[in-house]
């Protein structure tokens, strides 16, 4: 069973803390592909670990009524797993975007 990591963390510097919820890239690609990523859920967070960055990498969104649906999305896709909550200081954010959704 697959982790998906739920954490706070300023996506902007200034802005107050958000949830973020995040999982392996490569593992949740396998459920959620990355074209349809962006447009299903809004946007996109790309993390790595910030004790090995190069190696671990994962994708995930923010905001309480994103995470409902990602989660969701996965289960619906078959995907299980379960919910870790851990401290936002394991995370280095790499990438993020906004887009329309559908």
């Known amino acids: ?7 706070k963390k300023k996506l902007v510097r200034g802005s107050d803390y958000t ?5 392996p890239i490569g593992w949740v690609e396998s ?10 859920f809004g946007g996109y967070l790309w993390t790595s670990d910030s004790e090995n960055p190069t190696v671990r990498r994962y994708e995930g969104v ?11 999305a996965l ?3 078959g995907a299980l797993f ?3 909550e851990i401290d936002g200081q394991a995370r ?6 906004t887009c329309k959704q559908k």
């Open 92 to 97: 280095n954010i790499m990438a993020w975007a």
């Open 82 to 84: 379960e919910v870790s």
């Open 62 to 72: 923010w905001a309480q009524d994103k995470i409902r649906k990602f989660k969701r």
């Open 31 to 40: 459920f959620i592909p990355r074209e349809e990523f962006a447009l299903l």
């Open 19 to 23: 949830w973020i919820v995040d999982a």
């Open 1 to 7: 069973m697959e982790k998906v990591y739920k954490y």
């Open 75 to 77: 289960r619906e896709r």
